[in-house]
């Protein structure tokens, strides 16, 4: 005569020399001991998208990187435009003092 049980391992048979048989493993057991799957791999068209992806992003930080520069050029020519005028300003009264100094105004 063959006994059948259940566990949280699954069903059972003890045959009449006393051996357990599993005939039918649980749910849960399964679930517990089913071996990790492996992601899929990825496709050559995933991993080009991923790539061009990466590129798209360098991208948009270089550009962000050469509007910064850009705008540290203009403020470099801004101030270079206000030195020349200076300059300029300066240059004038000189020349203007060289005039009253010619004119015997000083």
Same mark, same amino acid.
């Given at each position: 005569?063959?006994?059948?049980?259940?566990?949280?391992?699954?069903?059972?048979?003890?045959?009449?020399?006393?051996?357990?048989?599993?005939?039918?493993?649980?749910?849960?057991?399964?679930?517990?001991?089913?071996?990790?799957?492996?992601?899929?791999?990825?496709?050559?068209?995933?991993?080009?998208?991923?790539?061009? /992806? $990466? !590129? &798209? @992003?360098?991208?948009?930080? =270089?550009?962000?990187?050469?509007? #910064?520069? +850009? *705008? %540290?050029? /203009? $403020? !470099? &020519? @801004?101030?270079?435009?206000? =030195?020349?005028?200076?300059?300029? #300003?300066? +240059? *004038? %009264?000189? /020349?203007?003092? &060289? @005039?009253?100094?010619?004119?015997?105004?000083?």
């Amino acid at each position: 005569m063959t006994n059948i049980y259940e566990n949280d391992i699954g069903k059972w048979i003890i045959t009449e020399g006393g051996s357990h048989i599993l005939i039918e493993s649980s749910q849960d057991w399964l679930d517990k001991h089913r071996p990790e799957e492996e992601p899929p791999s990825k496709s050559p068209l995933d991993i080009i998208g991923e790539q061009l /992806v $990466e !590129k &798209d @992003i360098r991208i948009m930080e =270089l550009e962000a990187q050469n509007d #910064d520069m +850009g *705008q %540290q050029i /203009v $403020e !470099k &020519d @801004i101030q270079i435009l206000q =030195l020349e005028s200076r300059q300029s #300003d300066i +240059g *004038q %009264q000189i /020349v203007d003092l &060289d @005039i009253r100094l010619m004119e015997g105004g000083l």
